[in-house]
């Protein structure tokens, strides 16, 4: 059923993309302008955000590009600011940004560390501090987090900074949903588990066996039940389902993308 998200304005976190491909952030702000919704394609890289814009404009959709380091405060109220000045509210924050770097305590560095609870947990802070007063002067707003299967288990490979950031990210949710409920805003999470989008390809095959990009594919395939990766319209359409008036009254809630793989290391 087309117009989903109708007349409802949606900040769109990380959406471009790292190379050719579609992303999560991206693939979310295209549906997302598809279902009706006017967009602020948020990323660091303007260029990458201009790229999902153009796709957009070409199906007579709207959208407006912000350049923001999400991780730095200023940054954050800057693009919270930029999409009430161009569109009057925020019907939708959707924080999609995130990337892992391998290790446990011992070998990873303090910096890694901090840089990877910045990039995968503080953002959605900051997006949530200056974004939930908008929300509640409207009376109203859906936020969506992207966290990942890692943070709910063990899935193959030691990321303890990531995987503690995006365990922390799911308990976030639970409890932003659960304290902001009576004033009509909702907040949930998309749990991806092993998707497919230009990040696997551009970072992660650089961190495993040594570059062997067919091997790793193969061995995260190996993983899942369903016998193949996800990818990123799969996290897109669970978070339209959240975004839209049709979750009404889900909040504080999991949808796991993951083709049965956290089920199966239960």
Not at 115 to 139: D, I, S, T, W
Not at 207 to 224: H, N, S, V
Not at 246 to 266: F, M, Q, W
């Amino acid at each position: 059923m087309p117009g989903r998200l109708q007349d409802k304005v949606a900040i769109i976190t990380g959406a471009g993309t790292v190379g050719p491909g579609w992303g999560n952030g991206k693939a979310a702000a295209v549906l997302f302008a598809r279902e009706g919704a006017k967009i602020l394609a948020v990323d660091i890289n303007e260029k990458a955000a201009e790229d999902t814009r153009d796709i957009i404009a070409k199906e007579g959709g709207t959208c407006r590009v912000h350049k923001a380091d999400v991780t730095k405060d200023a940054d954050v109220k800057g693009m919270i600011d930029a999409c009430v000045a161009a569109f009057g509210r925020i019907d939708i924050l959707h924080n999609n940004v995130g990337g892992s770097e391998p290790g446990g305590p011992v070998e990873m560095t303090e910096e890694v560390w901090d840089r990877q609870m910045n990039y995968n947990l503080k953002h959605v802070f900051l997006a949530c501090k200056h974004a939930l007063p908008v929300m509640e002067r409207q009376g109203k707003g859906s936020i969506i987090n992207v966290a990942s299967v890692s943070g709910l288990s063990f899935t193959g490979h030691f990321h303890i900074a990531y995987d503690s950031a995006k365990a922390g990210l799911i308990k976030f949710t639970k409890a932003l949903g659960v304290n902001y409920a009576r004033k009509g805003i909702r907040c949930n999470c998309v749990i991806p588990g092993q998707m497919h989008t230009p990040l696997v390809d551009t970072r992660l095959a650089k961190q495993y066996r040594g570059g062997d990009f067919q091997g790793m594919l193969a061995e995260r395939q190996k993983r899942i039940p369903m016998g193949h990766m996800g990818d990123a319209w799969d996290v897109a359409y669970a978070a339209l389902f959240l975004a839209s008036d049709e979750a009404k009254y889900v909040t504080a809630a999991d949808i796991v993308v993951d083709g049965g793989l956290t089920s199966k290391c239960n």
